[in-house]
């Protein structure tokens, strides 16, 4: 935060003269601390976040956010939208809704989880703030300081800073390119059930993970949701990228498998419209759901009307579906050009995953790289990603990692920020080289979780078939760097 | 909520296909009760909240409301903003915004406070969705479970439930005619003290204050502030009506008389533009703003960048102060309607406030009248109000008034309104006349707190000049009921 600056303009009345001059030193942390909830010591930053006003300089090619390209919406369609509403409903745009959302929006609600297979009661669901709301509320709910909660490692980023605010005491599960290890997680709830302990949820993004771009096999999902089943455990399905799919076959949500008694379903908006709206929702069973409206009211009082009808206006012309079949187009192109520009600029000791659709990919580099070190470098050449770090809550696994979105910008964008930042890599290389005297270098997995995202699963998934994100290795010749 | 049907449409896939059937019955709360977070046992709804989907029906006139008259912005003005942004900042209206907010919102916003004499650093605005979000996030900010919050009898009725979600333990402290008893709050204090604790804040809403309507004295926020920094105790402004002043002269506000140190500003959009756009903000110390930002990042990422652009198109055009003008010209009208209305249906042993501003009127009834009770007999006339429990945390006190708004409908349905409360209000006297066989009634105050917000405050008010809020009790004859 930039350091505050005394007003100059003179407040109109002053009663007690004195106390705008104090005002700078005032300010000091010192008298605030010992007024702090005991979970501000926990809490921390999105990495994202922090990035983003160093990332909004149009200078800087930032390869950091989760962000739809916006201009793929065409202003024609905003405007019209807009229009018809400034016609027909402007007083009630304006207005207060209900905490829950609009009937109408919840519908439409279900129309978008229809086009994944699944068939929610409208009763069941609660439009947010956006997905991160629902995560929010969900752990609201659910979760009392020094409760387990598990996620994958890695996990999404903004999960953390939810966890973290609540005092929850994370398991992170590592994640292949199958997904999450299914038989690792149900180790981990043994041992818990052994502490006579019960995790309050499993918090998963199972299609397109933010931020490995891996996705949970069919094998692993339907053993998920039984695991949750039989032990009476709750997963938190986050699914903003489902529809984003790229090439190969759906795998059906968790939600869809379980019909909706352990599994909550998150979904958003924000992938398929737009994030500015802030528009996500949740689907809990009815006593959840009553628990997450409360803390709705107490927490916005309800989702902005006014998102909800341009949503509305959006999903009513039934155009919905090509405007996303046309991101898909638009995103597979992307993530071909990141492929390509890693493959061209990202020396042989890196790898990264292949993401069948969504819009990260993750990338590991050789184990003696610190990415959050890497990323002031990157930034000198204009160039943001996000360090590993973020999506791991202890913040020191995953630092040889980094997290790269392809949804943001054109392909020519996308190849000069992975070249500019293959070329601070590969300077990082050359530098530890002559430090260490090495030229061949130690293998990548010393310091990197045992389990990498980008390295194939078990094969335990022949039966369900061929699901397995393939492995994207470099191989042969180095075209540049 | 509504019983959850099953939803009609199978399930493309169902790998576990018995829990589908099994959905009803394992929606019973049981299921999930031991689950559920420590906060959820004391998390209450705000009755306004609940109130929502009943009042919706049209048939009904709720006074139970808090809404700006959204009619009253010119839908072609809507049109107008909405076609700009579409035209020259389409994709970016869409897109994520920092978590603070807009560098040229937190500029309008200085605007806006301007306009009440208050001259703060944009830096240490917070963008915020609503004001209640900022509400939330300075207690979540601030409060532990069983810390001492403080807060005005009444209070708003949707803090009770922030409050309550962070398990604060609250004081209320009782207000008068000119706002809340600062000697009673400086005794409290003092009690704490001795106890060796300190509150974490205390909560005001000292303009035409919700529910009671009352105006806290310009002596008395002296002493406020005066005490604040005494005691280094936190003050929460909130401050949604200042501008909506009908007649009187302004008071200066809290954060204007103590320069921002110890008092955190609360204020909002959804008075004087729109509430469906959710849009709110804080003014805090950078180091109190600071811990709010991580909160607002876990909670939703980013205010509304729609609502944001909106809302900068509004302030753009500088037109905004005439309309806050003409809003105020509307609901002075209406006020004026509500009061004659009040003289003229309700019966002699109910008193009232007399707002200079706002949106609401406090009302009290005859002790023996419970006003929960009497909602229901209303909405069975196409009537409702705020039961005044709701603005108490303890639930019990409060219970023979009401909050009445003034600025949602217009005047003839203001009337109509008011006749109908009047009706059942009347009933209920002439039952308890026959039971008791009472002709005389008892003294109001049997059952209501000792200082009725519509009492005048004890005399300590001559010096600062005439800002007692008139006492309207019901003299004379009664011209119909």
Redesign the interface.
Known sequence: ??E?????????????PA??R??QT????E???D??????RV????AM?DL??IT?RPEVISLA?G?????T?P??T??AQ??R???ES??????????EGFAAMKVAICGVM?AE?????P??VIVT??G??AI?LIT?????PG?PVICEAPTYP?AV??F???QAEVHQIEADGQGIKVDELEALLDRLEGDGR?P?FIYSVPTFQNPAGVTLSGQRR?RL??LA?ER?V?VVEDNPYGLLRYEGEPQ?PLY??????YVIYVGTLSKI??????LGWAVA???????M???K???????????QY?ALEYFSEDRWRSYVDSLCDIYRSRRDAMLEALERHFPEQATWTRPEGGMFIWATLPSYIDTSDLLAKALGENVAFVPGAAAYVDGQTGTSSMRLNFSGFDEDRIREGIRRIGKVVSEQIDLYQTITGEHKLPEPKARQPASDPAAPGVADEEAAGGDVVPLRRREGTQPGK
């Not at 809490?43 to 999105?46: D, G, W």
């Not at 402007?90 to 905490?99: D, I, M, R, V, W």
């Not at 297979?117 to 009661?121: E, I, K, N």
């Not at 069973?285 to 628990?291: A, L, N």
């Open positions: 935060m930039p505050p600056q005394d007003s100059p303009t003179p407040p109109v009345e002053r009663s007690l106390h705008r104090a005002h005032a300010r000091d942390l008298r605030y601390a007024l702090f909830a005991e979970r501000t809490m921390r930053s999105s976040r983003m006003a909004a956010g962000q739809a390209d916006t201009s919406f202003p024609q905003f405007a807009m229009t509403i400034a016609q402007s007083a009630e745009a304006l207005q207060y809704g209900p905490t229809a297979g699944m068939a929610p009661d009763e069941d703030t956006g991160q709301q929010d609201k709910t659910l979760v009392d409760d903004g800073p939810v973290s605010s609540y019960r309050k339907r949701v039984e089943r009476e709750l059906p869809l498998l379980d019909g909706g008694d419209l737009s994030p500015g709206i802030r069973p009815p006593p959840v759901m009553e628990k409206a409360l803390g009211q107490a927490t916005d009082l309800c989702t902005s009307t006014l998102a341009f």
